[in-house]
């Protein structure tokens, strides 16, 4: 029997759930934009793939309950259940429980802030401001420069630790990985494309996916979700995705924002449909402060980067006007500026303070540091902590918190 609904074969998974658990579970879909099938499905996965024990689900009263499965799915449920030595009906229980705690709505997680580096142009630096912003964020605080002698901002300081960030290098070239000595993930191997078009076959929580930036200057708070290969074809297949294609990056993040205070997104240079879904994921969600999570645009001072940053902006407001959607520009970053490249550089510079709305954030030199961290494959921040180019990125840091 298949599912007369589904993009492939499925098969009718009849139980029982208790009543609090079906109704929250469909609403929680409905918040997400996912199908009640693909829910319960993930639910299952994760639960068979869950190494530690779950709590047991009181089933008492518990009602008839159906969906679809994937194709052989149910018969793979059946037999952990019986190695696990719990019934059909606890071990869909706990499959559902455990899909409500992966999969939070935006208000349980609306504390994760998401920040979206991206632009249309290749070359303006988006690499080098994710990877700077997201170590100035990790890194333990330290008062502005000046501001040594104010007690106020060492106080400051000094109360706060370091947060919890994620990059994700959701550009397929994976320049981001790379610089920080990683291989992107191979082709036909789970990765963030595996749980945004296929999360029915992930059997790996992209949590364990992620790796730590090992640096004492970071503790153990900076990770990041290195880029897969298979990336390049990303659009193609939410060309063909049966869900809301706009909704697939953040369904597949889902799971990793209880563990992250801020999650920074290195775009890919396009305008096409995983660009839709980034943009779409650094919306402003529902109770969430203006300016809290949104776009970091990094320019250039010349004509084309202009042209670019115009088209990019286009985009938005498409997007924002088709999903009746706020999108938040949080700044700029005027990256690789040199005022010896003359009238056109100056000139360039004052256009883009002129804007006002978004505000330029640094403005960052080119400068040898950058390129020599990027050489050693090490973060700019503990190569070259005092450099030009690293107070520049804890400045945007203070601007952005």
């Known amino acids: 029997m298949t599912s007369p609904t589904s993009g492939g074969d499925r098969e009718k998974l009849t139980s029982k759930l208790p009543a609090s658990l079906r109704h929250t579970l469909k609403i929680r879909a409905a918040q997400l934009s996912t199908d009640v099938q693909d829910a319960v499905s993930d639910g299952i996965t994760a639960w068979r793939i869950h190494s530690e024990p779950l709590p047991t689900v009181d089933t008492a009263g518990a009602e008839s309950f159906g969906t679809w499965l994937p194709e052989g799915l149910y018969d793979e449920f059946k037999q952990d259940c019986a190695t696990r030595g719990v019934s059909y009906i606890q071990g869909l229980a706990q499959s559902v429980a455990l899909w409500l705690e992966q999969n ?66 959701y550009d397929p070239q994976g320049h981001l ?104 994921y650094g919306r402003r969600r529902d109770g969430e402060k203006p300016g809290t999570s949104g776009l970091v645009i990094p320019v250039e001072a010349e004509d084309t980067s202009a042209q670019a940053y115009g088209m990019l902006i286009n985009q938005v407001h498409s997007l924002a006007t088709d999903y009746d959607i706020d999108v938040d520009q949080l700044g700029l970053v005027v990256n690789k500026y040199d005022s010896r490249r003359g009238y056109i550089a100056t000139s360039s510079l004052d256009k883009w303070k002129s804007l006002g709305t978004p505000p330029v954030l640094a403005v960052i030199g080119d400068l040898k540091e950058q390129r020599e961290a990027v050489r050693l494959q090490r973060p700019l921040l503990a190569y070259a902590p005092e450099s030009d180019q690293a107070h520049n990125m804890r400045e945007i840091a203070r601007r952005l918190t």
């Open 104 to 169: 939070p709505t935006a208000e349980e997680s609306a504390s994760t802030r998401r920040i979206l580096v991206c632009n249309q142009k290749g070359g303006v630096g988006k690499t080098a401001v994710t990877a700077g912003l997201a170590q100035a964020l990790a890194e333990e605080p330290r008062p502005a420069q000046g501001d040594a002698e104010d007690t106020v901002g060492l106080a400051r300081a000094a109360a706060r630790s370091g947060l919890r960030v994620l990059m994700v290098d």
């Open 177 to 280: 990985s790379h610089q920080l000595g990683l291989r992107a993930i191979p082709a036909g191997s789970e990765s963030l494309i595996t749980h945004m078009l296929n999360r029915e076959q992930a059997q790996t929580p992209l949590m364990d996916l992620t790796v730590v930036i090992e640096d004492k200057r970071f503790g153990d708070r900076l990770r990041i979700l290195p880029a897969a290969f298979d990336a390049f074809l990303l659009d193609s297949g939410l060309t063909m995705f049966r869900g809301p294609r706009h909704a697939a990056l953040e369904r597949a993040l889902a799971s990793l924002e209880p563990h992250f205070d801020v999650i920074v997104l290195d775009a890919p240079p396009s305008l096409g449909l995983a660009m839709d879904a980034a943009i779409y």
